[in-house]
């Protein structure tokens, strides 16, 4: 019962329908025949009761074609039943089958009912040629609303996945930073207790007139085991969190994504975007902790070696009293006074701008990463775009087309509805005309 059968079905001469000699004239078979006999009142439906070879006797198979009839005619009135088998003399039954079908399907009028049916399938044809081409031109109409809709929806997803990338940008560079000033924050209260606590080293005995190069030198190596003892584990664990809160927001960022392509691939029908990040970026940030980390060595720094008023007195009176041993008591206190007062504050500045350059460094990085997750989500939905509008332009250049020349389709169309009218006409008058051979 598909479409294109119910479209023959009206242009047929006849159905003749199959049955099974085991079981013929089914309930569901009685079923379809008169939905067919509803749809086609006027079709001649006649059976061929197939299979005949199945029953045992020719008694039996007498009976069974009766009993078939009875059945059949119970319903269908004016069918006739032909029996059928593959044992029965094939060149006899053709002959049977053959005089079957004209007795039956081909009457004194059939010809004029077959032209009749064509004229119908002919005016259809027209209609449907006439409704295709509307139908062409409100699917090109619908395919440009829908194509712009959709290119709304892209640049829209387009302005949500850029306030996206900004906002997780700048959690986490804020994040970034924020572990770098601690880190800052903590070289610049630590190195100066360092340095203060380097004038325990020093004793009455020391020798003032080199005791600022062996301070220096000692300085100096307390800050650089600091660091590689202290900060730099620390600033590696606190580096590897980060990289982990970073991962979280890449997920996130991930799933709203997902979320994105899954609208419009039901939009689209189709698996048609996939908005994929870039998490490669992670294991780049891995690597580069573990290079900044691994190892690192800062210049030994002029504490106090630098030409200071304080470090030049200091250091012209250790080398004019400091062998002298009664003044060695008031050069140890003049010294430890010196060192424990100082604040070092531009040592621990310089210090930590040496330390945080390569991380400074890797932090201007950053936006230029981040956007890498982005990138190829952004490119596939410019694309897609693109793709959009010259979808557009091409079903509105095919609208203009169609509507510029619609003489081009309709032409041929009316050419042929004219000679259809003709037609119609002979088929009228040739109908008058045997209408009056009859009476007369």
């Given at each position: 019962?598909?479409?294109?059968?119910?479209?023959?079905?009206?242009?047929?001469?006849?159905l003749m329908f199959v049955l099974d000699a085991r079981a013929p004239f089914t309930g569901s078979e009685r079923d379809l025949l008169l939905e067919i006999q509803m749809m086609a009142p006027k079709l001649p439906i006649h059976f061929l009761l197939n299979k005949m070879d199945t029953i045992y006797s020719d008694q039996v198979a007498v009976r069974?074609?009766?009993?078939?009839?009875?059945?059949?005619?119970?319903?269908?009135?004016?069918?006739?039943?032909?029996?059928?088998?593959?044992?029965?003399?094939?060149?006899?039954?053709?002959?049977?089958?053959?005089?079957?079908?004209?007795?039956?399907?081909?009457?004194?009028?059939?010809?004029?009912?077959?032209?009749?049916?064509?004229?119908?399938?002919?005016?259809?044809?027209?209609?449907?040629?006439?409704?295709?081409?509307?139908?062409?031109?409100?699917?090109?109409?619908?395919?440009?609303?829908?194509?712009?809709?959709?290119?709304?929806?892209?640049?829209?997803?387009?302005?949500?996945?850029?306030?996206?990338?900004?906002?997780?940008?700048?959690?986490?560079?804020r994040s970034y930073r924020s572990l770098k000033d601690e880190v800052k924050n903590q070289l610049y209260s630590k190195i100066p207790e360092l340095l203060r606590d380097c004038s325990?080293?020093?004793?009455?005995?020391?020798?003032?007139?080199?005791?600022?190069?062996?301070?220096?030198?000692?300085?100096?190596?307390?800050?650089?085991?600091?660091?590689?003892?202290?900060?730099?584990?620390?600033?590696?664990?606190?580096?590897?969190?980060?990289?982990?809160?970073?991962?979280?927001?890449?997920?996130?960022?991930?799933?709203?994504?997902?979320?994105?392509?899954?609208?419009?691939?039901?939009?689209?029908?189709?698996?048609?975007?996939?908005?994929?990040?870039?998490?490669?970026?992670?294991?780049?940030?891995?690597?580069?902790?573990?290079?900044?980390?691994?190892?690192?060595?800062?210049?030994?720094?002029?504490?106090?070696?630098?030409?200071?008023?304080?470090?030049?007195?200091?250091?012209?009176?250790?080398?004019?009293?400091?062998?002298?041993?009664?003044?060695?008591?008031?050069?140890?206190?003049?010294?430890?006074?010196?060192?424990?007062?100082?604040?070092?504050?531009?040592?621990?500045?310089?210090?930590?701008?040496?330390?945080?350059?390569?991380?400074?460094?890797?932090?201007?990085?950053?936006?230029?990463?981040?956007?890498?997750?982005?990138?190829?989500?952004?490119?596939?939905?410019?694309?897609?775009?693109?793709?959009?509008?010259?979808?557009?332009?091409?079903?509105?250049?095919?609208?203009?087309?169609?509507?510029?020349?619609?003489?081009?389709?309709?032409?041929?169309?009316?050419?042929?509805?004219?000679?259809?009218?003709?037609?119609?006409?002979?088929?009228?008058?040739?109908?008058?005309?045997?209408?009056?051979?009859?009476?007369?």
């Amino acid at each position: 019962m598909e479409s294109d059968f119910q479209g023959y079905l009206h242009g047929s001469d006849g159905l003749m329908f199959v049955l099974d000699a085991r079981a013929p004239f089914t309930g569901s078979e009685r079923d379809l025949l008169l939905e067919i006999q509803m749809m086609a009142p006027k079709l001649p439906i006649h059976f061929l009761l197939n299979k005949m070879d199945t029953i045992y006797s020719d008694q039996v198979a007498v009976r069974m074609e009766d009993e078939t009839w009875d059945k059949v005619n119970a319903y269908f009135p004016n069918a006739k039943v032909f029996a059928f088998s593959k044992h029965y003399d094939s060149r006899q039954q053709l002959k049977d089958l053959s005089a079957f079908l004209q007795s039956n399907y081909q009457d004194d009028n059939w010809k004029e009912r077959r032209s009749e049916k064509i004229l119908a399938f002919i005016r259809k044809t027209l209609s449907y040629l006439l409704e295709k081409r509307a139908a062409n031109e409100r699917k090109c109409e619908h395919s440009i609303s829908w194509n712009e809709q959709m290119e709304v929806k892209l640049n829209g997803a387009v302005n949500q996945l850029a306030d996206l990338e900004k906002e997780k940008s700048e959690n986490i560079i804020r994040s970034y930073r924020s572990l770098k000033d601690e880190v800052k924050n903590q070289l610049y209260s630590k190195i100066p207790e360092l340095l203060r606590d380097c004038s325990k080293s020093l004793t009455e005995s020391s020798d003032f007139s080199q005791v600022h190069v062996q301070l220096n030198e000692e300085m100096n190596e307390r800050i650089q085991t600091f660091i590689s003892d202290k900060i730099m584990p620390q600033y590696y664990r606190s580096l590897q969190d980060w990289i982990a809160s970073s991962q979280l927001e890449f997920s996130q960022s991930q799933q709203f994504m997902d979320e994105m392509s899954s609208g419009f691939n039901e939009l689209y029908k189709e698996e048609r975007i996939t908005l994929a990040g870039d998490f490669r970026v992670l294991d780049d940030w891995r690597r580069d902790a573990d290079r900044m980390t691994s190892s690192i060595r800062i210049d030994n720094v002029n504490i106090l070696l630098r030409r200071t008023p304080s470090q030049l007195l200091l250091k012209g009176a250790g080398k004019l009293f400091g062998a002298i041993p009664q003044n060695k008591a008031n050069m140890y206190n003049r010294y430890k006074k010196y060192l424990e007062s100082e604040d070092y504050l531009d040592v621990a500045e310089m210090i930590t701008e040496r330390f945080l350059t390569q991380f400074g460094l890797f932090e201007k990085s950053l936006d230029r990463d981040i956007s890498l997750f982005y990138r190829s989500s952004f490119a596939l939905l410019q694309k897609t775009i693109e793709q959009t509008q010259t979808e557009i332009k091409d079903y509105q250049a095919a609208l203009e087309h169609m509507k510029e020349n619609p003489e081009v389709y309709r032409d041929p169309i009316t050419l042929f509805e004219v000679k259809l009218r003709q037609l119609e006409r002979l088929e009228k008058i040739e109908k008058k005309r045997l209408a009056q051979l009859q009476r007369k």
